[in-house]
């Protein structure tokens, strides 16, 4: 760690800070440290360092990052949510250049996390924070030169692709991919028949899961927008419900529609987006080293339940028991 350390610390020179304190967090996507400065105001430095891979590319390039930083400042300027503000250095830049490494400096949100989400009350706290960030993004100009990766069928394909190869390798069970293809193909198809327009498509977080949230008391605040593009609203709400207990879920969309409101026929689509998400990932969970230990009992959960309703024209939005129990 002791390089990516002095590349923090001379990414640090560059902000007008007096730093108290610099504390190693994590390495995921970034490496992640947590700057105190003297008057105990925390941030979060974060040191873009591609582990070399194709999506990883894309994540770590600087017009992308820029344009992550951009809205940032646009939901702390338009909104009242708690979000990691983005810091400029002393030449006025949200992206500092160190050792060929992109750096960006965010303000630390205070709070705490919890590994699921366990009350109604939550639920509907996580509503709002999404409903506001989405009437936020609908009213909001893209401005020039923004540009973020859009979270569209061709995604879902590649998912799709990977999970045959595994299949056919015999490294997951063919009936229950066989299902799953099935289930894609027709979410691609709903994808691609819905007309994009201001209210329905712009700027998702693209990751609003317990990991990412904090809590301060009745209040719930997002971090880590690393993963934000382009997409549906209902994309970004059908990945926050694959970790909301189904009779939990009705609140959270009731005060949801208080801030942006739902579409026509929303609960048949956000059935297709919930699964729609539950692709997607499938991109980075199949890539993870130890995907073999958990991810086919995943699957298999997935598509016994949720996709088998799905498939039988049978909601279950509301009801049923959830893949994870």
Known sequence: MDAHLNTAMEALEQYSIGCKSVDFIAQSGNTIYKVTDLDNNSYSLRLHISKGDALEQIWSKREVLQSEMVWLEALTLDTDVTLPSPCKNIRGEFITDVN??????????????????????????????????????????????????????????????????????????????????????????????????????GMIHADLIPSNLVFDGEEVRPIDFGACGFGYYLLDLGWTFSYIHPSFREQLLQSYSKHHPLPDNYIKRLEGFFLAAQLETMNFWLGLPDWQEWLPGHIGKLASREIKSYLNNESFLFSGVPYWE
């Open 100 to 201: 060929h490494t992109h750096c960006t400096l965010l303000r630390w949100v205070e709070g705490e996390q919890k590994p699921f989400i366990p009350t109604i009350e939550d639920a509907g706290a996580i509503g709002e924070l999404i409903g506001k960030l989405h009437k936020q993004a609908s009213n909001w100009s893209i401005p020039a030169a923004f540009e973020r990766p859009a979270f569209d069928g061709s995604r879902i394909k590649q998912a799709l692709n990977m999970l045959k190869e595994r299949a056919n390798a015999g490294l997951l069970d063919a009936g229950d991919t066989e299902l799953l293809l099935h289930a894609g193909e027709r979410v691609i198809h709903m994808m691609d028949s819905m007309e994009r327009t201001a209210s329905n498509w």
